[in-house]
């Protein structure tokens, strides 16, 4: 077996225990994960597992990198909820990943929603002279996004705290604090219940080496404890003294994973425990237009 396909077998044994086994998708789910451009790589690359039974086959076939095709598995894994890949044992590679009940779902759900999207927009191009296509969808760079319902508001000097709860039920004790000007909070119509996006920088979240709470935070709110999934040691320069830092894939408690950086030379591997950190003025907030 490659290191390659070692090392894919060895994230899909930590990605075990990340959300509840077997889970099933709810609407919401389906909503979330398919939120975006129907032609999303991120479905082609679960395609492409489901065909080949391997995360580095299907980077391949889509023609991304392997660490690309787990940003995406990880990504589409938050917004649905529930766990979309798992290990495969046996077979002439020693084992390779598979797609959930869920997965498949996901995957069904994504050729009638673009079955019925290539339909409308025949018959609106069909119906209106030079009709452009509308944005049905949303791409970003920032590879932390969390489908959240908004908590509370509150006024802090001069601007306001947007409290968000994650929408999963397995992250429903989970939030995380976002400052917004006035106009942003009146344009966005943000009021207790309203489902919204949170989105940030990979280069906004600091990860602090250790079990104990760190004593240098700057902040008392956006910060928790989780566990390194990956790690890739000078990945980026994200720092004004222009370091090269460690980047690190980590788990929360309750299932999501979020990106950040370490300091230079961290030394962090699989399983370690580490602490994240997030301004309020980094995090985003979307709302669907409608």
Known sequence: MSDTENFEQEQLDMAGDELVPGGALSSGSVSQALGYDMADR??????????????????????????????????????????????????????????????????????????????????????????????LGLMTSMRNQWPCTVLKVESIGGQIRVWLR???????????????????????????????????????????????????????????????????????????ESQACDEAICRLSWGAQIVGFAPAMSALVANDNVWLEVAESAVVVAVASH
């Open 42 to 135: 991120r479905i082609a690359i679960l395609r492409g597992i489901a065909q080949s039974g391997s995360i580095s086959q299907a980077a391949r076939d889509v023609g991304v990198s392997y660490k690309a095709a787990w940003q995406a598995i990880d990504t589409l894994t938050n917004l649905a909820g529930v766990p979309l890949v798992e290990r495969s044992v046996g077979g002439t590679g020693g084992g390779g990943a598979q797609i959930t009940p869920a997965g498949e779902e996901l995957l069904h759900a994504a050729e009638a929603m673009m079955r019925l999207r290539t339909e409308l927009l025949q018959r609106m191009q069909a119906g209106t002279p030079g009709g452009g296509q509308p944005n």
């Open 166 to 240: 994650a929408a999963s039920d397995a992250g429903s004790d989970w939030t995380i604090a976002a400052r917004i000007t006035p106009e942003s909070y009146e344009l966005l119509g943000l009021a207790p219940g309203v489902q919204v996006l949170a989105l940030c920088k990979a280069t906004a979240v600091k990860v602090w080496p250790g079990q104990e709470r760190p004593a240098a935070s700057a902040q008392p709110i956006n910060i928790w404890p989780a566990v390194v999934q990956r790690a890739t040691y000078g990945a980026a320069t994200v720092t004004e």
